[in-house]
């Protein structure tokens, strides 16, 4: 079967550095999503990644590595804002997405 | 551009009951999509559809109908609510079948 695997929830403090990871088997890969979602609110686009290695976006960094089915996403110079729950989802070979539960990343200040 | 708007955004329901929910999307794609989320578990696509007229079903289609009329618009029919429906529904779009997808504020549906 098809799964993705992340951590169900971090912590972290204002100010620092997290880097959240995905694990993923599944039936063909048409690369890899990160999304943000708040809490009650629709999930937002943060990166894709289709190719090896990393892509950084301002705060926001996504790294891929295909054959060892690993993924991470790094936030820098974590903000309260960023708490939310992040998303990892991954596209198969039907191009549907599958996706993981989410990590709810919790920032203290 | 209001992006991908959801009608209603909270339903309660009773089992057996029937209703429809609304997605429309303005940024010309043709791409639809209609997911669920529950608690602890991944999104999960329930139909999707690759252009006006077309509907294919995705991972828990069962219990739920979908139609592609016009382009921006994409319903999702639930004929006969269960309490198993009971979960928050996203509508989301996208260009093509490997571009983002960009989603709608949801619709909470509670089936008593």
């Known amino acids: 079967g098809q799964n993705i695997d992340q951590p169900t929830e971090m912590t972290a403090t204002e100010g620092a550095i997290v880097q959240i990871n995905c694990t993923y088997q599944?039936?063909?890969?048409?690369?890899l999503f990160w999304y943000q979602q708040h809490a009650g609110e629709a999930p937002t686009f943060l990166s894709y990644?289709?190719l090896d290695g990393l892509e950084e976006k301002g705060r926001f960094s996504s790294f891929l590595s295909r054959s060892k089915g690993y993924s991470y996403l790094l936030l820098k110079e974590l903000q309260m804002k960023d708490s939310a729950s992040y998303l990892c989802?991954?596209?198969?070979?039907?191009?549907?997405?599958?996706w993981g539960a989410g990590t709810k990343l919790i920032i203290k200040p | 551009n209001a992006g991908v708007t959801q009608t209603p955004k909270f339903r309660v329901l009773k089992t057996g009951q029937s209703m429809t929910l609304l997605c429309a999307q303005d940024m010309n794609h043709e791409y639809m999509y209609w997911y669920r989320q529950d608690p602890g578990m991944g999104l999960r696509l329930i139909h999707y559809?690759?252009?006006?007229?077309?509907?294919a079903k995705g991972e828990v289609p069962d219990g739920y109908n979908v139609s592609r009329l016009k382009k921006q618009n994409f319903l999702l029919g639930l004929e006969s609510a269960a309490p198993s429906q009971t979960s928050v529904y996203f509508c989301?779009?996208?260009?093509?079948?490997?571009?983002?997808?960009?989603f709608g504020p949801g619709t909470r549906l509670l089936v008593l």
């Open positions: 990644n289709v």
């Open positions: 989802a991954v596209m198969d070979s039907n191009y549907q997405l599958i």
């Open positions: 989301a779009s996208g260009q093509g079948e490997q571009e983002t997808q960009y």
């Open positions: 559809s690759v252009g006006e007229g077309t509907t």
């Open positions: 599944t039936s063909g890969f048409n690369g």
